[in-house]
């Protein structure tokens, strides 16, 4: 990472932790969704952004880890422990879920996961003998540790900004190591990748089963965030809002999640004053977007870097200057 | 001794068209074994059912005696068998010394042991010495899309051997590149064999450049191997150039 980056990153930091202190509670709950949501598009860009293969079941994630929180945290399992399991069962669905891409890419594997996601809809509205259907699951409670009640909404958004920071890190790890070279070798060219020795079948399967897991762990605190969850909240559109925050933050740009859940979640309700013409707005926004920078706020922002130190004469000499990474 | 590489009857059929049929050879140690042949002659489809792209019919190949007919080309590459491919592939988007690096990395360790390991996978100086080798020090940090096409081949061709392959098949190395940098190709693939005694077996066209590097050559026409011999034998064989050239059957 070059030092504006490192910038960039760290003022991003501050931000991140000052501003509950100066915001309303309905303000933090909407970081504190940034901060959820932010961790399943992470988990997304690992599968597509990275690994190049597409899904729109991450809602569906998003879902079985929420229900798996509420269910077990109802029935009396410590917190702790639901949201370990929450990972582990989305890890191994997706890892499952990652055996039709072994056969099928692109707009066949958009199909097959978008049949998932309607799968596990129906299953979270249909098994009411356990996921209480339509009526959904209410007053799920915010965990405590050590004596530490994440129970209001302040305690709450620390609770999640730090588990998106340890995740974020973890994935930060990942994508640094053999693993994440392995990962874009995958995305780039599977044919060339297998004759270099590289395990294209189980590295694709990892990349969805890591990227799910992650899904996974953002239901986790998503049921004690809301405290209301039902199946209408992971049906497709929470896999296209996800799809969407990745896209329009930067596709295969580690931080592009971060910017792409805050314009997800923030622009949708700074847009509330234009009243009925918020969704017209904001579909008029992505679409002129995608039309003009289809690599994402990340890569808008990487081609204009570019261009400045073209123009700028010093610009080699800048180069030279960077740290190799 | 036993061949690097074994072939025996090997076939593979498209539908109606036999690509490769019934073709036997072995590679010896060190040898340099080039394959020539008209277009659609089967020489890529060998290729590729030797490494395992493709299952072929029938027939079997081996490996240092080993058989790997049916492996994935990810385990036939892992035995020290390594390729390149006609068209070129590198992977645009990341560094040369990224390129180099993923060429090698799946040969060290398991792949947990890479994921809590060292980020390089230890071979940070093996790609500056592959880099150093093949004269491409001043882009070792450039991303490989803003190479030239000459530069992508000695790339290509780099990787094949990052691994430190036992047996490297090149298919159509000289393919669209210039002169002086076939040249700078040609000498760089010599002074490998002679320092690690690693054995080729190159696909190629352009005849100069087989008559200079190989040791043996093989013609296929037609997926059928029509002649076999030293290189300036072969150049004059009335079958070969029948073959290349039309005439009467």
């Known amino acids: ?325 | 001794m036993t061949a690097v590489l074994q072939v025996t009857n090997l076939r593979k059929t498209f539908g109606g068209i036999t690509a490769v049929n019934d073709v036997s050879f072995d590679v010896h140690e060190a040898e340099i074994l080039g394959i020539i042949g008209p277009n659609g002659s089967g020489k890529s489809t060998l290729f590729n059912c030797v490494l395992g792209q493709l299952l072929p019919n029938g027939g079997e190949v081996r490996v240092d005696g080993k058989p790997t007919t049916g492996m994935r080309p990810c385990d036939v590459n892992r035995l020290g068998v390594s390729r390149t491919f006609q068209l070129l592939q590198v992977f645009p988007q990341l560094s040369v010394r990224d390129n180099l690096i993923l060429a090698g990395q799946e040969h060290q360790g398991s792949m947990y042991s890479r994921l809590i390991g060292r980020a390089d996978a230890g071979l940070g100086d093996a790609a500056r010495r592959m880099i150093e080798f093949f004269r491409l020090s001043h882009l070792a940090d450039e991303q490989a899309a803003a190479l030239s096409y000459g530069q992508q081949k000695l790339l290509d061709v780099a990787m094949a051997f990052m691994a430190g392959p036992r047996l490297v098949l090149l298919d159509e190395p000289a393919g669209g590149v210039n002169l002086t940098m076939l040249a700078h190709l040609r000498e760089r693939l010599r002074a490998y064999h002679a320092e690690r005694k690693a054995t080729f077996v190159v696909i190629e066209h352009q005849m100069e450049f087989v008559m200079a590097l190989c040791t043996r050559v093989l013609v296929l026409a037609e997926g059928r191997i029509i002649a076999e011999g030293a290189p300036q034998d072969i150049r004059r064989n009335p079958t070969v150039i029948e073959a290349y050239l039309g005439g009467r059957r």
Request: hydrophobic share 55%; with cysteine; aromatic share 14%.
């Open chain 1, 1 to 325: 990472m070059n030092r504006l980056g490192a910038i960039a990153v760290g003022v991003g930091t501050i931000f991140a932790i000052a501003a509950p202190f100066f915001l309303k509670p309905f303000g933090i709950y909407l970081i504190s969704m940034w901060a959820v949501l932010t961790i399943a598009a992470l988990g997304l860009n690992l599968t597509l952004g990275y690994a190049g293969q597409v899904s729109l079941a991450q809602g569906a994630f998003v879902g079985i880890g929420a229900y798996t929180v509420a269910l077990l945290t109802q029935a009396g399992c410590p917190y702790v422990v639901a949201f370990v399991s929450a990972s582990v069962l989305c890890f191994a669905i997706g890892w499952v879920l990652g055996y039709p891409a072994l056969r099928v890419q692109h707009h066949y594997l958009a199909f097959v996961t978008l049949a998932f996601t309607t799968l596990v809809f129906l299953v979270l509205r249909n098994e009411e003998w356990l996921t209480n259907g339509i009526y959904g699951i209410s007053g799920i409670a915010r965990p405590i540790f050590f004596g530490w009640s994440t129970g209001k909404a302040l305690d709450f958004y620390f609770f999640c900004l730090g588990t998106l920071a340890m995740l974020a890190l973890a994935t930060w790890w990942m994508l640094g190591s053999p693993w994440g070279r392995a990962f874009v070798a995958l995305r780039e060219n599977p044919i060339r990748a297998l004759s270099l020795g590289v395990d294209t079948r189980r590295y694709t399967l990892m990349a969805f089963a890591i990227g799910s897991s992650l899904g996974g762990l953002s239901g986790a605190l998503y049921a004690p965030l809301v405290q209301f969850i039902e199946p209408n909240s992971f049906a497709l559109g929470m896999s296209f809002n996800l799809l969407l925050m990745v896209i329009v933050g930067g596709s295969g740009y580690f931080f592009g999640p971060f910017l792409g859940a805050l314009v997800a979640v923030l622009l949708p309700e700074w847009m509330r004053i234009t009243e009925g013409y918020y969704l017209l707005i904001y579909a008029m926004l992505i679409m002129v977007m995608m039309a003009f920078c289809p690599s994402g706020v990340l890569g808008l922002a990487e081609r204009a870097l570019k261009a400045m130190a073209q123009r700028d004469p010093s610009g080699p000499a800048l180069r030279a200057g960077e740290t190799p990474p």
